[in-house]
C-alpha cells in the first residue's frame, strides 16, 4: 500500500506565501511523478505543476511565476512554495504520484490540503 501524505496548507492573505508539502510512504519501488492539482468549489481539478525531473518544472499559466515545486528523491517528498497568492487561488491542493510497484505502475492521490486566501 502506497500512500500521499499533505501538510501546509491553511488560511493565508492575498499576497502571502504557503509551501505544501507532500510526502509518500509504503512499499514502492520508485517513483516516476509527482505533481500538484487543485479543485476549487464548483470547478473541474486542474493540474497546477509537474516536473518529470529536476531540470524540467512545467506550471499552468495561472501561477506561472508564482509557484515553483520541487523534489526531494531522498525524502520521496515534492513541495509547493505558492508565493503572491491571490483569492482565485483558493482550492483544495491534491499531490499527485504515479508509482512503479512489483505488478506494475501505480497511480496514487493525497487526501488534498485546503488552501484559503482571503483577507
Known amino acids: 500500500q502506497v500512500q500521499l501524505v499533505e501538510s501546509g496548507g491553511g488560511l493565508v492573505q492575498p499576497g502571502g506565501s504557503l509551501r505544501l508539502s507532500c510526502g509518500a510512504s509504503?512499499?514502492?519501488?520508485?517513483?516516476?511523478?509527482m505533481d500538484w492539482y487543485r479543485q476549487a468549489p464548483g470547478k473541474q481539478r486542474e493540474l497546477v505543476a509537474w516536473?518529470?525531473?529536476?531540470?524540467?518544472?512545467n506550471y499552468a499559466d495561472s501561477v506561472k511565476g508564482r509557484f515553483t515545486i520541487s523534489r526531494d528523491n531522498a525524502k520521496n517528498t515534492v513541495y509547493l512554495q505558492m508565493n503572491s497568492l491571490k483569492p482565485e487561488d483558493t482550492a483544495v491542493y491534491y499531490c499527485?504520484?504515479?508509482?512503479?510497484?512489483?505488478?506494475?505502475?501505480?497511480?496514487?492521490w493525497g487526501q488534498g490540503t485546503q488552501v484559503t486566501v482571503s483577507s
Open positions: 509504503g512499499s514502492f519501488i520508485s517513483i516516476n511523478t
Open positions: 499527485h504520484a504515479v508509482v512503479r510497484v512489483p505488478t506494475g505502475w501505480s497511480t496514487i
Open positions: 516536473a518529470i525531473s529536476a531540470s524540467s518544472p
